[in-house]
């Protein structure tokens, strides 16, 4: 296929073109000629037992049941459930890494990071009734990890965050038996009811289905985003460079890629070490450049300006620059394929967590109590890297500037003013119609379509109908290329829009972090309920979510977790449920009428923007705005 057919990313469209002249193979090249399985496409087959696999006819679903019997409602909602499970299981997983690293630094065994951010300690720890007046910082980060355990392990009650949660909203999911216990309670009955023999009603798995995912959103990536904040900083407006552009000629590149921040910050540590930089500068390179990709880099970009070379599918292609002398990586969305690409380009391509190796690759692993050993190794392979570049470096110069890092914190600040920070502000220009609606837009980047177009076309169509657009994860970071993170793109909204903006000094688009901080959505919802004035729960608010590239299971828990939380999200590429079932009607429609949101789906960026137009101003209508 053509480039322009490709991607909409210069950069990466560049490195498309170098990889094929230099006979190295990218995802792109992969996904034209592996083609997507129709049947797998539509969720039509099962594999959960021997008597098969079986598939079934999704052109005619009802026609054919499974070996054991099993009807195209199971067998999806079944493989759905496991979708959301496995989403979860990431976030929540990396959420207790979080957890953990915090109880050793609270507990003096580790010492390289401290609790940055005090205030936020003490504001997390009173969202959830803890006591804090008249406690230190350790006796209040001590509670408060005593409480957050809960999130993960508890076998019975309501996980801590639930205590967010608008209550008009919350008494729907105790109704519907939906309050998430511990995530691993979730997941493990997530993972049982799947099993063959077990749940046999597709609206039953649903309800485990949407327990579950809420364990991610109001648990393990909550969770996820306020430790990390309480530890490394809570993100504030920071300007900020992305695209491959950011990648420097004269100096040794380090890219790190994944979804930990502690290994970011680690690294941060050793590339500002004199004694590496000056062994930088004995090489002959002019210095030391960390750049981030994917979800740890949006973190990093939110939190402290560090620069971000591109998303999810620019990975591989990067290398393809010959400029990278390392990369290492944590954590989840890590191609296969990276292993390849850095062998043919000379990149040192480690893998640092216990959780993730990869075949032929070097295993570098970072521990908390003596993150260095790791870092400093890293960077010191990256050096000696430099020193024996054996191949040309063509780096794309493109560099794209914004402002990323607005924390549901300082939205709260920004708008509210210096002394009365409050969401006020926000739902009274909702209620005035400067802001039409609110959209959060957000997820993977996927080579089966159009690289950051249907994200870019999506938005720039939000904004110019008035909806402000909150982001995080890959899609902020095609957006950032696109130069719509900076005030200045404040011109591309509509009337009602740009003059807040203007007003304000914020770009129409506020990024605002990683995957897990789609947290800091819920977060931001919740308080729009809580100021008044658009209804009493998420459900009556005038929002939309979508992911209009996406490719993940966590995707899938993401969105099942906005679903369940009273919001309508829109899927783009494709979505795993077959047409004209009753599960599908489930999905699209019989969630809404239990009193939560529901799901939408389409490939197309303008359609996806009139289907979430629609929805917000249906919303309007019903509160009389
Ligand atoms: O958690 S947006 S491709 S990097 S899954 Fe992955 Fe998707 Fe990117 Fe982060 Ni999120
Ligand atoms: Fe087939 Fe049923 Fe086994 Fe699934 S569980 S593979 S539908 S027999």
Redesign the pocket.
């Known amino acids: 296929p053509d480039i322009q057919d490709i991607t909409i990313c210069d950069s990466t469209g560049q490195m498309i073109e170098k990889a094929r002249k230099d006979g190295v193979e990218l995802c792109f090249d992969r996904s034209a000629t592996m083609k997507a399985c129709p049947i797998g496409a539509d969720s039509a087959c099962c594999k959960h037992c021997a008597m098969g696999p079986c598939r079934l006819n999704a052109k005619d679903p009802y026609a054919k049941v499974g070996v054991c019997g099993a009807t195209i409602d199971t067998i999806q909602a079944r493989n759905f459930g496991r979708m959301i499970a496995a989403g979860a299981a ?2 929540t997983d990396h959420g207790m890494a979080m957890l953990d690293l915090f109880r050793e630094v609270v507990n003096g065994k580790i010492t390289d990071y401290t609790i940055k951010d005090p205030i936020k300690l003490n504001e997390v720890a009173a969202s959830i009734g803890i006591e804090t007046e008249e406690k230190t910082t350790e006796e209040v980060a001590h509670a408060l990890y005593e409480e957050l355990e809960r999130t993960y392990t508890q076998v019975e009650g309501e996980v801590p965050f639930a205590k967010r949660v608008p209550p008009k909203t919350l008494e729907t999911w105790r109704k519907l038996d939906i309050v998430p216990r511990g995530a691993m309670r979730e997941i493990m009955e997530m993972m049982h009811r799947t099993h063959m023999g077990v749940d046999q009603h597709y609206e039953n798995i649903m309800k485990q289905g949407n327990r579950t995912a809420l364990s991610d959103g109001w648990g393990g990536s909550m969770v996820a985003t306020e430790i990390s904040d309480i530890l490394f900083g809570t993100p504030v407006p920071v300007a900020a460079e992305v695209n491959m552009g950011v990648l420097k000629e004269n100096q040794v590149n380090i890219i790190i890629h ?2 930990e921040p502690n290994l970011f910050e680690s690294m941060m540590a050793s590339v500002n070490s004199p004694a590496l930089t000056q062994a930088a500068k004995d090489a002959g390179a002019e210095g030391l450049n960390l750049v981030g990709m ?3 880099g ?1 973190e990093m970009l939110s939190r402290h300006g560090i620069p971000h070379a591109g ?3 620019s990975t591989e292609a990067i290398m393809v620059t010959g400029a990278v002398d390392a990369m290492a990586v944590d954590v ?2 890590i191609q296969q394929g990276l292993s390849k690409v850095a062998d043919c380009y000379g990149t040192y391509l480690f893998t640092t967590n216990p959780r993730c190796h990869i075949e032929n690759t070097e295993h570098i692993e970072f521990h908390e109590d003596d993150p260095s050993s790791c870092t400093d190794e890293v960077v010191i392979k990256a050096i000696s890297r430099f020193k024996s570049r054996k191949y040309p470096v063509q780096i794309p110069n493109i560099r794209n500037t914004g402002i990323h890092g607005f924390s549901y914190e300082y939205i709260n600040y920004m708008l509210g003013g210096t002394f009365r920070g409050s969401y006020t502000p926000l739902n009274d220009n909702i209620i005035n119609g400067r802001i039409r609606g609110v959209a959060g837009v ?5 080579p089966r379509v159009k690289q950051d177009w249907v994200h870019v076309e999506l938005v720039k169509e939000l904004i110019r109908n008035d909806v402000l657009v909150l982001q ?4 902020q970071i095609a957006l950032a290329k696109e130069g719509l993170c900076s005030p200045e793109a404040a011109y591309l909204a509509g009337p009602g829009l740009s003059e807040v903006c203007e007003a304000v000094g914020m770009p129409p688009v506020l990024g605002m972090g ?3 901080d789609n947290s800091r959505i819920l977060i931001a919802a919740s308080e729009m309920v809580k100021v008044g004035g658009l209804g009493e729960s998420i459900a009556e608010l005038p929002v939309a979510g979508a ?1 209009p590239e ?3 299971e ?2 899938i828990s ?1 969105g099942q977790y906005f679903v369940a939380s009273g919001v309508y999200t829109v899927f783009g590429v494709t979505f795993p449920v077959t047409q004209n079932t009753r599960f599908h009607d489930l999905l699209f429609n019989g969630l809404e009428k239990q009193g939560l949101g529901k799901w939408g789906f389409t490939p197309d960026p303008y359609e996806m923007a009139q289907k979430m137009i629609a929805h917000i101003d249906a919303k309007r209508k019903a509160l009389g705005i």
Do not use: L
């Open positions: 990431a976030h994944g979804h994917c979800c740890s949006a998303n999810f599918t989840q969305c957000v997820g993977c980047t996927n995080t994860g890959c899609s990683s995957c897990v992911a996406w490719m993940s966590k995707a993401i």
